[in-house]
């Protein structure tokens, strides 16, 4: 039926009927980003809100010298598990959520690119962050820290399955990351709308952008030194033992190649939702857009060559510490530039001091504090002095949570009418803002007290004579505030989403897309796309949103029962395709379930299951493709407004061929990282040159560079799998391959 047949409430029922997700059991197959986007950012909430608990049993453990709280052992897992839980199964994931939920509606587009693989991502963050918390209750979490130093996590210091559950807990979370990482730089590549170049893109579409290139080269180190680690401890391989030629700093040096630029992966999409509600609340555009950009792209660059900002004290030449200082002090350039972008947005305006903008101003008062000491920490002779103390601890809350906690509040606040389609009563939210602010400070500043005073970190007790004890007893009294404050933020969620009166569709007066739709939205976002013509963070979207409720745009109509949207020229932002995007579906729960069986077998040593949980992983894969695609070419069809483009399977430029591009990227990247380990230890370890060592030791780094050529989706092995349904005449999509069947 075309647009010209149907009416207004036509047109939203049958979008409905296609794009709805059932409810019931049928929740369970729902691939909607929107809905897969709310479970991520509910499911992040519920780990922030356990690691919230851990943290408090830790102040309490310290509150008075000499406790006897809770023992050595018991703190030691509760110490780890908090700095797990907060980095790996809230901050990343959280970002993840709100990315999910809003770029589709940000960028014109009615979904992502790979819906299915966004829930397969979802459900082995859920069962990944599982494992981690039942083995938590069960009295075997991890407790190595949640850096995991070699050699304390190695099978001699650490012989139980608690480093075992960490290394593969959080490799099944990374998959996660990874999916969700291809998933958001694909989409904001090819499912704009129409007219929106790259020129005119939300700014926030550009911080993505940005962050997901970033997890694709900073996450497969990380995952390749679980590997490893997990290797040595199963199979007694000597990478990170000395006595055998190995070298621990190898770990550190896999494990801060991603863990420096996740601080800027966390940091981006703050930044991004900063530079979208500043400029709503100043009530003029962002400033500097063009001077963001670069500076985002630099800070991305430039986060790569930090790692060594953590290792300042392991003998590290003089030249490299040198390097890595002026990298680390230089980091802040970027940083300075939206800062200040953002305080000239605020003063050229007329701002309006919201609860979101309270939330901004907390932002600048925390994170440029912790931006002011990292700066110190970034000499080397300040380093020396203070590593490994309670001053870095005081740095890192300040920068992770003025850099990421702060935004995420204001982001929850100035977004929540667009979940609920309510109005927020603001009879809790200020004096919630006003406890964290003070509690936070107060448990943290005099943390760079402690730690300038020789307090060192991770430590589970200490004595009553080093004049510790007042100011570890109002940090500990901070954090029950700052407790207090968060408790009040939940509560009045709760009242928003049950009591909240019903507010209009937006209530801020702002100029980005997602408010030119229905709120809540519906499962299809818009009825028609838009034409963009100006900068997507300017637009009268009040004007815009009635028109597109009409179908007037791209796409205004339900076709054959497709959920289709639209694929654009990367730079021009030229409609050039259609893209038919697969429907609900229980596949990406069960693919996930049995990955999930495949890390319990390496968890709990049933080597036996693991070849056969892997293979039925890569049938299960094999499954997806049913339906979908076409076994013959359609030729171009109509998208509205006197258009017409082929369907995706018929173009080479689409989503599957920059998907496989970035997942060969992150191939490269592990097998960098292993090319690394493999120069490092004959050079770096002096152990490594007797005839044992070196034989078994690099014959043992091919193993998981085998498994990556074989398995990963740039591999050979997919190919081999789909020549027979091509042979057959089928077009197939598996994964992100794209292959079509070959001309008879």
Request: hydrophobic fraction near 55%.
């Amino acid at each position: 039926m075309s647009q010209a047949e149907q009416s207004p409430i036509g047109l939203h029922k049958a979008l409905e009927e296609i794009w709805s997700t059932p409810p019931g059991w049928g929740q369970f197959s729902a691939v909607n980003h929107t809905i897969l986007g709310k479970r991520f950012m509910a499911l992040a909430l519920i780990f922030f809100t356990i690691g919230g608990v851990l943290a408090m049993l830790i102040r309490a453990q310290l509150a008075t010298p000499a406790s006897a709280f809770i023992g050595p052992e018991i703190y030691n897992q509760i110490f780890t598990m908090h700095g797990t839980v907060m980095m790996f199964l809230f901050a990343i994931p959280m970002f993840e959520g709100l990315a999910i939920y809003m770029l589709p509606k940000m960028l014109g587009a009615r979904d992502l690119a790979f819906p299915r693989m966004t829930a397969y991502g979802f459900w082995c963050y859920l069962f990944g962050g599982a494992i981690l918390i039942i083995a938590m209750l069960a009295g075997y979490a991890p407790n190595a820290g949640w850096f995991m130093y070699t050699p304390l996590s190695s099978g001699t210091y650490s012989p139980g399955i608690n480093a075992d559950i960490w290394l593969i807990g959080i490799t099944f979370v990374e998959i996660s990351a990874i999916t969700a990482a291809i998933e958001i730089v694909v989409s904001v590549l090819k499912m704009r709308a129409p007219g929106m170049s790259l020129e005119r893109m939300p700014i926030f579409g550009w911080y993505m952008l940005v962050t997901g290139g970033m997890m694709v080269v900073g996450f497969p180190p990380l995952i390749l030194g679980s590997i490893l680690l997990e290797m040595e401890r199963a199979f007694d391989l000597p990478y990170f033992d000395p006595t055998r030629g190995g070298d621990p700093l190898l770990w550190q040096h896999l494990f801060w190649l991603f863990g420096h630029p996740e601080v800027y992966i966390i940091f981006l999409p703050a930044a991004g939702v900063l530079s979208t509600i500043i400029p709503t609340f100043a009530r003029r555009p962002l400033i500097g857009y063009e001077a963001v950009i670069v500076a985002i792209v630099a800070m991305a660059f430039l986060s790569f060559g930090l790692w060594v900002h953590h290792m300042f004290t392991v003998g590290i030449p003089q030249l490299a510490l040198a390097f890595f200082s002026a990298a680390s002090a230089l980091v802040a350039i970027p940083t300075a530039v939206q800062i200040f972008t953002w305080i000239g947005t605020i003063a050229g305006g007329r701002p309006k001091f919201n609860i979101p903008m309270l939330y901004v101003v907390g932002f600048f008062i925390v994170f440029v504090c912790g931006g002011l000491t990292g700066v110190m920490l970034a000499m080397v002779p300040f380093n020396s002095q203070a590593h490994d103390s309670y001053f870095v601890v005081a740095h890192l809350h300040y920068v992770l949570v003025g850099g990421f906690v702060f935004p995420m509040l204001a982001a929850l606040y100035y977004w929540l009418p667009h979940f609920t389609g309510r109005r927020s009563v603001y009879r809790l939210s200020v004096p919630a803002f006003w406890l964290i602010l003070i509690g936070f400070n107060l448990t943290f500043f005099l943390m760079h007290l402690t730690g300038l005073m020789g307090m060192p970190r991770r430590i589970s007790t200490y004595p009553s004579n080093w004049g510790w004890d007042w100011l570890n007893l109002l940090s500990s009294f901070g954090s029950f505030i700052m407790t207090m404050g968060f408790a009040l933020v939940l509560t009045d969620i709760i009242l928003q989403f049950r009591f909240g009166p019903r507010g209009q569709r937006n209530p801020w007066g702002a100029r980005t897309l997602e408010w030119a739709m229905p709120t809540p939205p519906a499962s299809y976002n818009f009825a028609a796309l838009p034409a963009i013509d100006r900068r997507a963070d300017d637009l009268d979207t009040n004007a815009i949103g009635p028109d597109l409720a009409r179908g007037a745009g791209y796409l205004g109509f339900a076709r054959e029962g497709r959920q289709e949207t639209l694929g654009i020229d990367t730079l021009s932002g030229r409609p050039d395709h259609v893209i038919i995007l697969p429907q609900r579906s229980f596949l990406p729960l069960w693919t996930a379930l049995v990955t999930g069986v495949f890390f319990l077998s390496l968890l709990f040593k049933l080597y036996w299951l693991t070849p056969v949980a892997a293979c039925a992983v890569i049938a299960l894969f094999c499954l997806w493709p049913r339906g979908l695609g076409s076994t013959r070419d359609t030729g171009p069809i109509d998208i509205g407004q006197g258009e017409a483009v082929p369907t995706d399977n018929e173009v080479k430029n689409n989503v599957t061929y920059w998907a496989s591009l970035l997942a060969i990227a992150a191939d490269a990247t592990l097998y960098s990282a292993l090319l690394f380990g493999a120069l490092y230890l004959p050079v770096v370890s002096s152990g490594w040159t007797g005839e044992a060592a070196p034989v078994n030791g690099l014959a043992a780094l091919s193993v998981p560079a085998a498994l990556a050529a074989a398995f990963a989706p740039g591999g050979p092995v997919a190919p081999m799998l789909v020549r027979a349904a091509q042979r057959a005449g089928c077009w197939v999509r598996l994964g992100w391959h794209c292959w079509q069947p070959a001309p008879a």
